[in-house]
């Protein structure tokens, strides 16, 4: 059986562009351990290698890829990181495939579908979980798609352009903020692999600093800083905290990076026609989730043998984004956010599912309008934060692009927002996150909403039942409003309101970008606790034992401290009692005050859970966890 397997992933596929899947390692999971009526799984460990026809109409949009170096059938060659399991009997799969778009080259999907440890090469029983997905029957497969990953994480060996051989320059803008003073930056992001310059003393490379996102930039002496032979760059007396570097240099070999988004198409196409998949769904989270709105956006659901790619996809705090996935010198890594990584090319028109007219341009556009046009687009789940409406542009998904009206979500889209929801969750119990942050960290985890909206999208698209009817925020009952509007509660020591990311139309034939008109963005009222009024609330939030938000203000050591820290979020704790809480400074009720016992506590809880689980927005398998989770919880408010 294994001899047989092993030839058949070895063997030339025929489908597609994937020509072959080259297997380096195989081995059964935990020692043949059973995970339901699934059985075993294997685990099969190598290299996807593909060749694209520059020629073709669906790939047409891959950015250079007339320009990639062509082998004699004149079809560009790369290859990526694959990684699956899968049932070890195939006659026992499920015949749905979860595909997960890695986060900068790493694995969450078993950490959130299976409730398991995280890992890069999952081994050990913590590993897996509670095999939520496996126990159904699922393969789950990962491939990396970036080429500039830290070393040790997946990716993929993408083509360099060049013009009739020669290679070719252009100009590489990186921008970076530290939290205490440093002498060294690099040129790249979240320790990634810089694109080389072309010299590193370049007398017209340039460094500037400014204070704000449309401050005024100004110029360092080119004497006081250098780049260094390992991508970094250094300045006389260091980079101070807080302040806005940006280095614009000339670099050379320019990646094809969008030859991942047909990759990634034409690895699902190989396995539902060649592997027996009948369903494929893809999850990603954060910038995987911009990337799947890229991959729909430029029409890649398509396969090069029609149909649909994908069947289902959840693009989890995503926001309005996509990335710099398929543009010449384009870096995957950087987002856009309140004060980081600013003015790439994320947050563009459109924004929305359905069409919407840029204010600006006049061009009438949507995220899935090539999808619709082919009759590819999947049955769609955007799951958002409160912290994406501060820092991803969130509300451009469901407004108009100045603000002023609700749009129409698409039937086949469903858009949940997390009611004071962080883009991650921090650690239990809270902290403060060193000298970076103003509050402890939001603890709040969406895993099981995260795992019960998946299995409301297997029931949609299996046509069993229709999901959850989509819950965010509105402009037409005004729990969508201007940040200086939000209505906040009065809370000690902080400052209220706090800001949210400027979304600009901007011009990318030159470096840095020139920056046009401001589209609107909106962030969620909040109720008298500063809990945002809609959405789905988590049973934490339904009985709450303190404000939590999807933002956090920098600590005044590191630097700016009347701006936000990344996408962190933030936890401010009720007071204990009536008599411990200043009423003129704290307008929240105390703790005591709301819950007469804990077993009040515990009860306000479960029905909160048993409300989700009739909602089908909590798997009842989930319960026992969140009692367990509050109750902790309860005792650390209390104790702390």
């Known amino acids: 059986m294994r001899i047989f397997l092993l030839i058949a992933f070895l063997a030339a596929t025929g489908s597609a562009e994937l020509t072959r899947l080259e297997v380096q390692r195989e081995e059964v999971v935990l020692k043949g351990k059973a995970f339901g009526q699934a059985g075993a799984y294997r685990k099969i460990v190598g290299q996807a290698h593909f060749a694209l026809d520059p020629s073709l109409p669906q790939n047409q949009a891959i950015a250079d890829l007339k320009l990639a170096p062509r082998n004699t059938q004149g079809k560009v060659e790369f290859q990526g990181d694959f990684y699956l399991l899968t049932p070890a009997d195939p006659a026992k799969a499920n015949g749905k495939l979860f595909y997960e778009v890695g986060n900068r080259g790493t694995k969450a999907a078993l950490r959130v579908m299976q409730k398991a440890a995280g890992s890069p090469d999952p081994s050990t029983p913590e590993h897996f979980g509670d095999a939520y997905l496996m126990r159904q029957g699922y393969s789950i497969l990962w491939m990396g798609w970036q080429w500039d990953v830290p070393q040790g994480r997946m990716r993929m060996e993408l083509p360099i352009a060049t013009e009739n051989g020669a290679a070719i320059t252009g100009l590489v803008r990186s921008n970076f903020i530290f939290s205490k003073r440093t002498q060294?930056?690099?040129?790249?992001?979240?320790?990634?692999?810089?694109?080389?310059?072309i010299h590193r003393n370049n007398p017209e490379d340039t460094l500037t600093v400014r204070d704000t996102a449309t401050g005024t930039p100004h110029k360092l002496p080119r004497a006081d800083w250098q780049i260094l032979p390992n991508g970094m760059v250094t300045l006389a007396g260091g980079f101070a905290p807080g302040q806005i570097y940006e280095v614009i240099y000339r670099a050379s070999g320019p990646r094809v990076i969008g030859c991942s988004l047909a990759a990634t198409r034409d690895l699902i196409e190989h396995f539902k026609t060649q592997r027996q998949i009948k369903v494929a769904y893809a999850w990603g989270s954060s910038q995987s989730g911009r990337y799947l709105r890229q991959f729909l956006y430029e029409g890649f659901n398509e396969m090069e043998g029609g149909g649909a790619a994908f069947d289902g996809v959840i693009d989890e705090v995503g926001g309005a984004g996509?990335?710099?996935?398929?543009?010449?010198?384009?870096?995957?890594?950087?987002?856009?956010?309140?004060?980081?990584?600013?003015?790439?090319?994320?947050?563009?028109?459109?924004?929305?599912?359905?069409?919407?007219?840029?204010?600006?341009?006049?061009?009438?556009?949507?995220?899935?309008?090539?999808?619709?046009?082919?009759?590819?687009?999947?049955?769609?789940?955007?799951?958002?934060?409160?912290?994406?409406?501060?820092?991803?542009?969130?509300?451009?998904?469901?407004?108009?692009?100045?603000?002023?009206?609700?749009?129409?979500?698409?039937?086949?889209?469903?858009?949940?927002?997390?009611?004071?929801?962080a883009h991650f969750p921090g650690p239990f119990p809270p902290q403060v996150e060193d000298t970076e942050t103003q509050a402890a960290l939001n603890p709040l985890n969406r895993v099981p909403l995260?795992?019960?909206?998946?299995?409301?999208?297997?029931?949609?698209?299996?046509?069993?039942?229709?999901?959850?009817?989509?819950?965010?925020?509105?402009?037409?009952?005004?729990?969508?409003?201007?940040?200086?509007?939000a209505t906040w509660p009065r809370i000690p020591n902080l400052t209220l309101p706090p800001p949210n990311l400027k979304v600009y139309q901007l011009d990318f034939s030159t470096e840095p970008p020139q920056i046009g008109p401001q589209y609107a963005t909106l962030v969620p009222a909040v109720d008298e606790d500063g809990i945002d009024k809609a959405g789905i609330r988590l049973p934490l939030v339904a009985a709450p034992l303190a404000t939590y938000t999807g933002w956090n203000y920098r600590h005044p050591n590191a630097g700016a401290p009347s701006q936000l820290q990344g996408e962190t979020g933030a936890i401010l704790p009720f007071a204990l009692s009536r008599a411990t809480r200043n009423i003129h400074t704290d307008t929240r009720l105390s703790i005591g005050e709301r819950y007469p016992t804990r077993e009040h506590y515990l009860g306000l809880i479960a029905e909160a859970a048993r409300k989700l689980v009739k909602s089908g927005l909590m798997l009842v398998e989930d319960i026992?966890?969140?009692?367990?989770?509050?109750?902790?919880?309860?005792?650390?408010a209390i104790h702390h």
């Open 184 to 197: 060294t930056a690099s040129l790249a992001d979240s320790g990634h692999i810089a694109y080389e310059p």
């Open 322 to 421: 996509r990335g710099s996935f398929n543009v010449r010198f384009g870096q995957a890594s950087r987002d856009a956010e309140q004060h980081f990584n600013f003015f790439y090319p994320v947050d563009i028109f459109p924004f929305a599912d359905g069409p919407t007219t840029d204010p600006f341009s006049k061009r009438n556009d949507s995220l899935l309008a090539k999808a619709t046009d082919k009759k590819v687009v999947p049955k769609l789940f955007h799951i958002l934060s409160s912290a994406e409406y501060y820092n991803r542009g969130a509300s451009l998904t469901h407004t108009d692009p100045l603000g002023k009206s609700d749009l129409a979500i698409p039937g086949t889209s469903r858009l949940y927002m997390i009611s004071s929801g």
């Open 624 to 636: 026992p966890d969140t009692l367990d989770l509050a109750s902790t919880h309860y005792e650390w």
């Open 450 to 485: 995260s795992r019960a909206l998946f299995a409301a999208l297997d029931k949609w698209v299996s046509g069993e039942a229709e999901p959850p009817p989509s819950q965010y925020p509105k402009l037409i009952d005004r729990s969508l409003v201007q940040a200086s509007t």
